[in-house]
């Protein structure tokens, strides 16, 4: 009689000829594998298109109201780098939103205005008058302007924040090859406390979590704000209670930390540094070809005026329009640049290919991402499952695996990924509207929106949580995606308190460890940049704004902290998939062994007599 459930499914029998990852496999999701590739190649023709459209000078350079560069080298303007807005207080208009075009007079100059003056004052003297002069519009008898309505404003806010771009620009490159080191430092780091993980796993669990309480400990006395410490009281007041709940689970789970699949696969701690370089690729591809679509548009014209006038808003050329008869009729209507547009088929299309853009970045994100996962759980398992460790490990076990992985299973990665681009661009999606409506007072619609976007979340993180699951059951068994998917999700089933123990705490655990890798990197950078550590004071670089380097570090620290962590996580989700395979397949009898150490089956409290296992 099977045992047989809807909800678990049925567990693994004994295989004699199983020994870990089945290298006689074929190819998987062949119609998703086509599917992607075909995407991939409209994805380069949206790419080509982009860059023979666009032009990013539209992005580098501010724009007058006639459509020209300011500050573009080898132009009229290029001794004028700066945009000076009429009336700023206009771009405060419901039409910005609309048209991406503030409705009054923009003009490059060559520097912001350093005085209030009325047009009636500049009037009174020569030097006032030429001051004055440089900012209006080429060809006005100032004259000929009625008298004193027109005023400076004292301050720019675009030209400030652009100042404030410039000087965050000059920032990094005085401090970039500083804002480098700190990177290699928390590479370092983390690696560091992979290995101390590994053979001292125990001791470092409580190592990490008094030096996190310190740490942030220190960052209160330092930034010494009500909200900082707040923060602090609650950590700390978190750590102490939720240590002691979790601390009979902790030693359940030493034992997967201290199996040294990591150091029989030290390959593995490197191969983050592809999927850094590859996931650097597809974000800098996005960026590009967004850049190069958003500035792909044509220079189109509308005429903008103060008074009611029936042409107000409609499409002008600026050649013709001072001979048109909407002058006749509206006497104070201007034809000003509006915004970037065209009506060709291109241009028609062209919120589709932003869209196409956005979507295929987070499929290509998402494979790279399953693509080091299924590499790694393929390397692991073939630790796991060698019969006599380390000597029947195969050679190059992360090489082996990576091939596997792209020769067999590109369509399988590509499935999951795709199921995964999908929720978040509906995320995305939400959010946008989310926006949208947060001036709106329908309070039945802002409810509905805040639940599907919980909704979706939920979905994202159980889609995650699934798909890495049914990677690893690919990278064991060489099957379809939604076979390993279902396979992975009843394992998870028969076994799952084990889950809900060992996915909880070890998130736990890893979380303490970046935490604690980023605060020494990021107090180290604070001594540093502040010129605090009076060793190296002479040589910290002189900064606009110390935080620039500092913040980039932090989040420099964090990203390759999490990139080293997940190969842990990674390790102890294969292995412990492998362990509970094991359970099911194996009895520990001499006909039956088990392939997992005794430590590991003693400290799950199951009998070790008469239990075979390999060690």
Known sequence: MHNFNVFTGEPRKFDPTFKGPIYNRGCTDILCCILFILALLGYFAVGILAWSQGDPRKVIYPTDSKGQFCGQVGSPLEKKPLLFYFNIMKCASPLVLLEFQCPTTQICVERCPDKFMTLLKALQNEEDREYYKQFCKEGVDMRKVSSGQETFLKSNAVVEARAVAMRIFEDYTQSWHWILLGLVIAMLVSLIFILLLRCLAGVMVWVMIIMVI???????????????????????????????????????????????????????????????????????????????????????????????????????????FNSSNVTTECPDAECLFAFYGGETLYHKYLILFQFYNLFLFFWCANFVTALGQVTLAGAFASYYWAFKKPDDIPAYPVFNSLGRALRYHTGSLAFGSLILAIVQVIRVILEYLDQKLKGAQNKCAKFLLSCLKCCFWCLEKCIKFLNRNAYIMVAIYGKNFCTSAKDAFFLLMRNIVRVAVLDKVTDFLLFLGKLLVVGIVGICSFFFFTGKIKIVEDAAPSLNYYWVPILTVVFGAYLIAHGFFSVYAMCVDTLFLCFLEDLERNDGTADRPYFMPERLLSILKKSNEGVKTVD
């Not at 029989?264 to 190069?292: D, G, Q």
């Not at 679509?293 to 013709?320: G, H």
Request: net charge positive.
């Open 214 to 320: 310190i740490v942030i400990g220190y960052g209160k006395g330092v930034y010494s704000s009500q909200k900082t410490l707040c923060l602090h009281l609650l950590f700390t007041l978190n750590t102490f209670i939720v240590i002691p709940l979790k601390r009979k689970y902790i030693k359940k789970i030493f034992c997967f930390k201290k199996l040294k699949a990591i150091g029989h696969v030290m390959s593995s701690l490197f191969y983050p540094l592809l999927t850094f370089a590859l996931l650097f690729l597809v974000i800098a591809y996005w960026a590009i070809t967004a850049v190069f679509l958003s500035t792909s548009s044509e220079p189109v014209y509308k005429v903008f005026n103060t008074t009611e006038c029936m042409y107000s808003r409609d499409t002008c050329k600026p050649e013709t």
